[in-house]
């Protein structure tokens, strides 16, 4: 979302969650002319970029409105939208409502049978959570796949997400179950071979977090859990078995809380990183930016209780000066923790990166490698990488009132990977959105070991969502999508020309081992070469997926590319919903127990709307 319509979008994604212990209140019927109001008369009531006004979207039916919102110009501008509100606004513009009621209740077809099977979690090899793992390796050793068998992977099934443009909560793979979120706000368990659909769970907003499964002692026993955020800054435990909800903790009062990144879930304590929306929300001249401020959260994982809470900024955000138009403003804020934390069991710490300010003045753990206290959340050390880099939306959008600094934005969206060495050496490594790949020495307080850059960086620059190693080497994955003016309006789009690159740096000292360069967008229209997804592996392979719809296989050896699967295409999908694949963005492939899962869709910055999720297995069987 890069223009100026899509700034009162942006600050509207988000509304406050319920408080701890409540269920959600039903969600009223989407009002379309106040979606209308708030999201797109700015553009369209002053004939900005040629935007049709309200006489035309009159003379139109309903359906070609909302083809627009999902598949054509306004994809950008509409996919923050639910599938309810999109057709809300198309119906108010058009005054016609739709031949079809939207559902997205699953069918009584796509239920397994029996639906609540037996949950055997300790059946062949599990991915749990974003990092496969608590170190958040990204690498499966135990993948029931070879590296010989990865160009024989054939699409096993598809599974779509009703109404959704997008789909961004990464797959867990546990006791033949699959367990994922929705932009929809529903979370599903799904049978592994098939893909029916054994429980789903309305989490009552999106969730975007990958689920992290674990045990938890309760009156009754030991019991399977699975944990997860949403968009409105809950914490969900539910069993993993049923889908039956044991606790909902909203984590952060602040309006426009979040939780992005995966729980992670450790001796009995569940550590909840929290993010905001406020970096879009401070962008808007009125709105006196900015007063949130990131956190790590522990919560007892058997009854949601929280234990501790620790800030990124130590201080309460001041009144510090007025902008332009006269509008309070506050500072320092930001600081966001948009990825899942790292456990070092050795020196007992929790290891965490946070995100940009919003506001100055900028704060002294912005933009870092943080470490803190398992049992009390004090931070142990810090080590910033960026300094001063204050930035919210309206530093790339024409009106800058609210962009004090126009700081680089270049924070931490990749979670931090603890590895132990053959040598037994550790480290923590992580790649920047400022291009730069970093690796610390966790004994040693963050002792700078190693710095490499692999792009330019930018604000979806460099490294945007996170590496995979092995015990020699990272792979990353390069991001630096470039943008371009497009001719038909004053908006931007995704060049077909700038990012991507795939390359493995040897841990030892940082450098590179291989590289092998991003193959091209070709004739595809909306289309970036951007590699900006996750990594993951398994012993000599690396896959990284494509802002151009393409998930590829690399040799961990030389970096030849051995599979390609373009994903961009429509499917017959096992739930029944129309599937269609997109850009690959955010969440990485999950391997386990013979396959191979990942994500198609994912619209921001320019890429393509899809709502699948994709399971693969040698010859598809």
Partial sequence: ????????????????GTAAGQAPAAAPAPDGADLYKRTCAQCHDAGVGRAPNREQFLTMLPDRVLAAMESGSMVTMANGRSAPERRAIAEFLTGKTFATALSTTPAPRAMCTPRNAAFAPGNGPAWSAWGGNTSNTRYQNTAGLAAADVPKLKLKWAFAFPGDLQSYSQSTIMGGRIFIGSWGGKVYSLNAATGCIHWYYEAGAGVRSAISVGQIATAGGQRYAAFFGDQNGNAHAVDATTGAQIWKVHVDD?????????????????????????????????????????????????????VWKTYTITETPQPTKKNAVGTQLYGPSGAPVWATPAVDPVKK????????????PGSAMSDSFLAMDLDTGKILWSKQMTEKDAYTSACRLPDKTNCESNGPDFDFGASPILVTLPSGRRMLVAGQKSGIVHALDPDKNGEVLWQTRVGRGGTMGGVQWGSATDQS?????????????????????????????????????????????????????????????????????????SVDGHMRAYSATDGKIIWDFDSIQTYNTVNGVPGRGGSIDGPGPAIGGGMVLFNSGYPTAGGTPGNVLLAFSVDGK
Wanted: proline content about 6%; some cysteine.
């Fill in 1 to 16: 979302m890069r223009n100026v319509c899509a700034l009162a979008l942006l600050s509207t994604l988000l509304t406050a």
């Fill in 254 to 306: 602040f309006p426009v809380s979040r939780v992005s990144g995966s729980p992670t879930l450790y001796n009995g304590k569940l550590y909840v990183p929290v993010a905001s929306g406020e970096e879009a929300s401070g962008a808007v001249p009125s709105y006196e930016c900015c007063k949130f401020r990131g956190s790590i959260v522990a919560l007892d994982a058997a009854t949601g209780k929280q």
């Fill in 349 to 360: 710490a929790l290891y965490i990166l946070t995100g940009n300010n919003y506001s100055d």
């Fill in 473 to 545: 080497n990272i792979y990353v994955a390069l991001s630096d999508i470039g943008r371009i003016m497009l001719t038909y309006s004053n908006s931007t789009g995704a060049d077909p020309q700038q990012g991507g690159g795939m390359f493995a740096l040897r841990l030892e000292d940082g450098e590179r081992v291989w590289y092998t360069p991003p193959p091209g967008c070709g004739t595809r229209q909306r289309c970036s070469p951007a590699q900006s997804a996750a990594v993951s592996a398994l012993p000599g392979v690396a896959f990284s997926g």
